[in-house]
């Protein structure tokens, strides 16, 4: 603080006055860190002063006056000139500190900006994709993810339809996630070993994921498992996570995604599928469906092993299985693609 490495503590004799009618008294002067002590002949506290506000009034001149204040109504008079010169030591370094305007000002700018580059980079983006996710209408959902699913199939190839078929997939997605969960499942014919979940509960999968299996528990297996991907991740946040920020803006302020935009998501999507849920999550959707959970964990890795507690775990396990689909219907959602 006082830039005296020198001396732990120095004194020296002084006379001060508390105030200028009073009368000048013999003191001795104590040079602490911090602070300037002046104590009578008992050695009994008289004044603390603060070194950085202490001022000299006759500059050049012997002995030195001293004031802590710019009003100069308290002196302190010295003559040691050890002591007079510490104190000069000290108003040097404090005046070379205070007189520095322009590198407080910089460090706060410097400091603004970082503040506000971190809030743009870490916070505002988040706080977007929130406000998106709130604010979006399930119609507009349903648009990006229609779109979404027309890049896809210029990879895919248009989806499988069938009267019969179609029907028996809309039964499966109703028994799966419930009459009430909205959203429509389509067939493609090629495509990931995963059935994918887009904005606005589209979900696509490919026509293997129902011609390999006999079991129409394992197809709803795969309904469930995209549906599970919601529970990660809202798939409106993740497109607009993938796209940046300035997709998010736009969003909200003219409601539009560019059409470039979706169809590279769609790719990568595609390409890069969300990650299946953790296996509590989907034997809970499972345990709601009153579907068996060992099909699909077959499905998904013939040996079990890396499926292994949907197995075990499996909810419906011993217990009666409601008809999931007739065999005409399971039929013709097998030929869906034919």
């Known amino acids: ?22 009368q ?13 002590v002046i104590s009578d002949n008992a050695e009994r506290p008289l004044a603390h002063w603060s070194l950085p506000a202490v001022e000299r009034m006759n500059v050049g001149e012997r002995p030195a006056l001293f004031t802590p204040a710019s009003d100069g109504t308290e002196t302190l008079e010295i003559s040691d000139d050890l002591m007079i010169d510490a104190m000069e030591k000290i108003r040097k370094t404090v005046n070379r500190r205070r007189y520095r305007p322009g590198r407080l000002r910089n460090l706060g700018l410097l400091t603004t900006t970082a503040a506000i580059v971190g809030l743009a980079v870490f916070w505002l983006p988040d706080a977007l994709i929130r406000e998106a996710q709130s604010v979006v209408p399930g119609v507009k959902r349903a648009e990006i993810g229609a779109t979404l699913l027309g890049h896809i199939q210029r990879v895919t190839g248009q989806t499988c339809r069938s009267q019969l078929g179609t029907q028996a997939l809309a039964d499966l997605h109703a028994r799966a996630l419930g009459p009430d969960a909205g959203g429509q499942v389509f067939v493609v014919p090629s495509g990931p070993d995963t059935a994918i979940y887009l904005p606005g509960g589209l979900i696509v999968m490919n ?12 197809v709803g297996g795969h309904i469930i498992a995209a549906a599970a991907q919601l529970r990660l991740e809202d798939p409106l946040a993740a497109l607009l996570k993938d796209s940046g920020i300035g997709t998010t803006f736009t969003l909200l302020t003219q409601g539009e995604i560019a059409p470039e935009t979706l169809r590279t998501y769609a790719e990568t999507l595609f390409a890069n599928p969300p990650q299946r849920a953790d296996d509590a999550t989907l034997l809970d959707m499972f345990a709601n469906a009153q579907l068996p959970s060992t099909p699909y964990a077959y499905a998904v890795d013939i040996t079990g092993e ?10 419906m396990q011993g217990r009666p299985i409601r008809e999931i689909l007739s065999d005409a219907d399971w039929i013709s959602l097998q030929g869906i693609c034919t």
């Open 1 to 22: 603080m006082t830039a005296l490495t020198e001396f732990a503590r120095l004194e020296s004799g002084g006379l001060w006055r508390a105030a200028p009618n009073d």
């Open 24 to 36: 000048r008294r013999e003191v001795t002067v104590s040079l602490g860190n911090a602070t300037l």
């Open 207 to 218: 026509r293997d994921l129902i011609e390999d299996t006999e079991d129409p528990a394992a």
């Open 306 to 315: 890396t499926t292994l507690s949907l197995i075990e775990a499996d909810p």
